[in-house]
Each structure stands twice: as structure tokens, then as C-alpha cells.
């Protein structure tokens, strides 16, 4: 079971161009995450897809889009980077087996740094 | 306003002492994360929980919801655990509202 793979691991784009950036799970998870780390921040939400054919806004998803492709893979698009889309991006996965207050167990990749200059 | 509030932001210990880190949170939940991220950036959940205590090895978490506080303690602290370690709450949506994170280096 390689988890969540990620890729690239590492990125320097230059302000306007595009990228995608490709997550896949080998865990038959339903729900999938897109998140991005900065400094001093905690965690932020950028897009979820809590099953295969949905796909949701999070905290942050200005200059994102994203992709369920099935169930197994979740990528996300920069169409336009901006200095400001530097960051740490995570994807990750659960089960949604429920929902609740309880929340489940997210299983992260290994993440892509992203450098927009 | 910061729903998941964590202290100290920073930490350093001498290996072998024991440690706390703290987490109150101001949301209605049943239970209460703890992650932690390697120094490499892989991030890994440890505990979910949601009274009492649960202990993993040398890492204990406790809470009381009632409060809405949650401590992660690690006995005989070692180098390996330096870390940063996260608390998150859980919303609707499976979603969180995380902390941002306490850095802990345990030194030789």
C-alpha cells in the first residue's frame, strides 16, 4: 500500500503559468482533500470531494480548480499562479463511512512545495 | 478569531524530560485530533479521542470536553520526537479547524 502519492514533490513556476498538481489514494477512500500550508497558519482547505462525482469549495479555493478523475485520484489546478499561491500543498483521504462531529481520520501525502516567482 | 488555539507555539526540551503541549478549542465537538508532521513534512495522525485518555508509546492525550482542553504529553522525550505537533477540531463536512501547530525539538 503506497497511502496518498503526490506529485510533483517539488515546483517553481513563474507568475501566469499553469500546473496541476496529481494526488492518488490506494485505500478505496471516498472523501478527498486538497489543503496548503503556510507559515504561521495552521492547515487551510482549498477543495474537498467527499465522494467520487463531488467536489466542494473549502476555505481558500480562489485560483484553484480541481478534478475527481475517479475514485482513486483528486488533482488540483492552478490555472493563472499568482506569488501569493506559494505554499506547502497537501491532498488527503478518509473513509466517510459517517458524518458526525467526531470526525475521521485523514491520511496525508508526502506534499508538493510550490514556488511562484 | 482562532477556534483551535495551541501552546506553546514553540518548545524545547532536553531528551528525556517530559513534555506538554496544550489545546483549547471553542467549537461543540466529540472528539478532538492530534497530527503530527515529521521535520520532513509528512503529516500523520496520532490520536483521535474523545474522553479520557489514549496513550500510543511514549505519547499520552488527554481531554476534557467539557472544558474544551486537550494535552498531549511525551514521556522521556527523544531527539525523534522533535516535531510539529497539530490539534484539529472537526466540522461539519469532515472538515477541521486546525492549529497551528507547536514545533518541538528535543535536543541531544
Known amino acids: 500500500n503506497a497511502g496518498v502519492t503526490q506529485t510533483p514533490k517539488f515546483q517553481v513556476l513563474k507568475t501566469g503559468q499553469s500546473m496541476t498538481l496529481q494526488c492518488a489514494q490506494d485505500m478505496n477512500h471516498n472523501s478527498m482533500y486538497w489543503y496548503r500550508q503556510d507559515p504561521g497558519m495552521g492547515l487551510r482547505l482549498i477543495y474537498y470531494?467527499?465522494?467520487?462525482?463531488?467536489?466542494d469549495k473549502g476555505e481558500v479555493p480562489n485560483g484553484y480548480n480541481v478534478s475527481r478523475l475517479n475514485k482513486r485520484e483528486f488533482s488540483l489546478r492552478l490555472e493563472s499562479a499568482a506569488p501569493s499561491q506559494t505554499s506547502v500543498y497537501f491532498c488527503a483521504s478518509s473513509e466517510r463511512r459517517r458524518s458526525g462531529r467526531a470526525g475521521e481520520t485523514q491520511y496525508f501525502g508526502p506534499g508538493t512545495r510550490l514556488l511562484v516567482l | 478569531k482562532n477556534e483551535v488555539e495551541q501552546s506553546p507555539q514553540n518548545l524545547t526540551a532536553q531528551e528525556g524530560e517530559f513534555i506538554t503541549i496544550n489545546c483549547s478549542y471553542s467549537v461543540g465537538i466529540s472528539a478532538l485530533h492530534w497530527l503530527q508532521q515529521h521535520p520532513g513534512g509528512g503529516i500523520v495522525s496520532l490520536f483521535m479521542l474523545s474522553s479520557g485518555k489514549k496513550k500510543h508509546g511514549r505519547l499520552i492525550a488527554t481531554i476534557n470536553i467539557q472544558e474544551k482542553h486537550s494535552s498531549l504529553h511525551i514521556t522521556a522525550s527523544h531527539p525523534r520526537d522533535s516535531a510539529v505537533y497539530i490539534c484539529?477540531?472537526?466540522?461539519?463536512?469532515?472538515?477541521?479547524?486546525f492549529g497551528t501547530g507547536t514545533s518541538l525539538t528535543v535536543i541531544p
Open positions: 484539529a477540531a472537526p466540522k461539519t463536512g469532515n472538515q477541521f479547524y
Open positions: 470531494s467527499a465522494s467520487e462525482g463531488t467536489t
